[in-house]
C-alpha cells in the first residue's frame, strides 16, 4: 500500500520536473536565412552613414547546398557595415546566455571584421554606428597577417572591457562556428567548431574588478637578503706567476742616446706580445651558501575589492548587429543563435555547420585547385603572347626569316638593295624605339 501511494507523488515530481525543464529552455533569436529574400524585412540598414556597405544573400563559391547554407555576406570592398536585427527584449540574470554564429571568410580576409555585437532595447537600428553601446562584442578580428584576435568584449558600469587572455580565430576559407556562453555563475566558455578553446571565470580573464590581492605596501626585501644563485670564491686567489698583460715592454729596446726628456718627455720603450700571457683571470664560481632564494613580496586583501554578482548581467537585449570594417569584402555571416540551452546551442551547430564543412572543405579545394589551373594557363598566354609581341618588334617571324634566305641567295639588284635598306632602317628605327621604352 505504501508503494501504491507513491506513485501519485513520483508523477507529479515527473510532471514537475519534465516542466521545469521545457520552461528551461528558451531560443531568445534564431536566423538561418530559410525564406530567401524576407530577411530584408527583419534586418536595418543603418542611415548613419550614406556610403555604408551593402549586404547579399548568397552561399558563396563552395556550399554542400546552394539554398540552405546562403548568408549574409559583404559585398564592398574597404566599407564601414551597419545591419541590425531586432527581437524581443529578454534578460539573462540567473539564466545562462549563449552567444553562437557562423562565419566563412572566403575571400581570404586580410583585415577586417567577423564579429557581431549585442545592444540593448534602445538602440536606433537606423542610426547604429562604431560608437553605438553596445553589451558584448563576439568573433574574429583580423589585422594584418599573424594578427588575429578572437574578440570577447564586454560592457559594464560604464566601460568595455577587453579579455585578457589572447584568442586566435580561424583564418582559412571554411566556415567556422564561434560559441559564447556566459554561465550564471560567473564562468564563460568559448567554443570554435562546437570545441572547447577557454574556459575560466569572468572575474579573473577580465579587468571588470580590483584584484582582489595586491603587494603590501609597508613590506620591504630586508638589506641582508641573499638572492644570488651562485657566486665568485672567496677564497680562490690569482697565482703568483699568473701574466695577465697581454703586451709588455721590449726588454732589448734602449733609449736613444740623442733623447732629451725635457724636449722629447719621459721615455717609454715598444711593447711587444707577451708570450706568458693567460688573459684575465678571474676567481671560480660556487654555489652560495647563504642563497635565500627570490624574494617574494608578501600580499595583503586589497582594501578596494568588492565582489560584484551582477557582471555580465544585462536586462534588456533586444538587438544583433554588424557592425564591422572590412579591406576585402566576401565575408559570410549565418546560423545566428541566442539561447539559455549549452546542449540546444551544440544540437543546432552539428546540424548547421556540422552538415556542411566537409562538403564545403572538399569543394574549397577542388575550387582553388581549378583555380590555380586556370592561373596557371592565363599567365601562360599572357608569356606567350608577350613572345609573339617581342618577335613583332624584333622583326624575327617566320615569313621574315624565309625572305631574307631566298634573299641571300640571289645577287641582289639596286632595287632590291634600296628595298632593304629602307627595311634595314624599319627595323633600326623599331630598335631604338624599343631602348628609349
Not at 564563460?188 to 562546437?194: A, F, G, L, S
Not at 615569313?399 to 634595314?424: G, I, Y
Request: proline share 5%.
Amino acid at each position: 500500500m505504501k508503494s501504491l501511494s507513491l506513485l501519485p507523488l513520483l508523477l507529479l515530481l515527473t510532471t514537475c520536473t519534465l516542466r521545469a525543464q521545457g520552461k528551461r529552455r528558451q531560443v531568445y533569436f534564431r536566423e538561418e536565412f530559410e525564406d530567401g529574400d524576407g530577411w530584408t524585412k527583419r534586418w536595418v540598414q543603418s542611415k548613419h552613414q550614406s556610403d555604408y556597405g551593402k549586404f547579399q544573400l548568397t552561399a558563396g563559391k563552395f556550399y554542400q547546398d546552394k539554398e540552405r547554407d546562403k548568408g549574409l555576406q559583404t559585398s564592398e570592398d574597404a566599407k564601414f557595415y551597419a545591419l541590425s536585427t531586432r527581437f524581443k527584449p529578454f534578460s539573462n540574470v540567473n539564466e545562462t546566455l549563449v552567444v553562437q554564429f557562423s562565419v566563412k571568410h572566403e575571400q581570404g580576409i586580410d583585415c577586417g571584421g567577423g564579429y557581431v555585437k549585442l545592444f540593448p532595447a534602445t538602440l536606433n537600428q537606423e542610426d547604429m554606428h562604431s560608437e553605438s553601446q553596445y553589451y558584448i562584442m563576439f568573433g574574429p578580428d583580423i589585422c594584418g597577417f599573424g594578427n588575429n584576435r578572437l574578440q570577447v568584449i564586454f560592457y559594464h558600469h560604464g566601460k568595455y572591457h577587453e579579455n585578457n587572455k589572447t584568442l586566435k580565430c580561424r583564418i582559412n576559407k571554411d566556415t567556422h562556428l564561434y560559441t559564447l556562453i556566459i554561465r550564471p555563475n560567473a564562468t564563460y566558455e568559448v567554443k570554435i567548431d562546437n570545441e572547447k578553446v577557454t574556459t575560466g571565470a569572468l572575474e579573473d580573464d577580465w579587468d571588470f574588478l580590483p584584484p582582489r590581492k595586491i603587494k603590501d605596501p609597508y613590506a620591504r626585501k630586508p638589506r641582508k637578503w641573499d638572492e644570488r644563485l651562485q657566486i665568485e670564491d672567496p677564497e680562490d686567489k690569482k697565482p703568483e706567476d699568473w701574466q695577465d698583460s697581454e703586451f709588455i715592454p721590449d726588454p732589448e729596446a734602449k733609449k736613444p742616446d740623442d733623447w732629451n726628456e725635457e724636449i722629447d718627455g719621459v721615455w717609454e720603450g715598444p711593447l711587444i706580445p707577451n708570450a706568458k700571457y693567460k688573459g684575465e683571470w678571474k676567481p671560480r664560481i660556487i654555489d652560495n651558501p647563504n642563497y635565500q632564494g627570490e624574494w617574494i613580496h608578501p600580499e595583503i586583501d586589497n582594501p578596494k575589492y568588492r565582489p560584484d554578482p551582477t557582471i555580465c548581467h544585462y536586462y534588456n537585449i533586444s538587438v544583433l548587429g554588424l557592425d564591422l570594417w572590412q579591406v576585402k569584402s566576401g565575408s559570410i555571416f549565418d546560423n545566428f543563435l541566442l539561447t539559455n540551452d549549452e546542449e540546444f546551442a551544440e544540437e543546432v551547430g552539428n546540424k548547421t555547420w556540422g552538415l556542411r564543412k566537409d562538403v564545403e572543405q572538399q569543394w574549397r579545394e577542388l575550387y582553388e585547385e581549378m583555380e590555380k589551373k586556370k592561373e596557371a594557363e592565363e599567365t601562360k598566354m599572357k608569356r606567350e603572347k608577350e613572345r609573339a609581341r617581342q618577335e613583332d618588334i624584333w622583326g624575327l617571324d617566320e615569313e621574315d626569316e624565309e625572305d631574307n634566305e631566298e634573299d641571300s641567295e640571289e645577287e641582289p639588284d639596286e632595287k632590291s638593295k634600296l628595298e632593304d635598306s629602307a627595311s634595314l632602317g624599319k627595323k633600326e628605327a623599331r630598335f631604338d624605339q624599343k631602348d628609349e621604352l
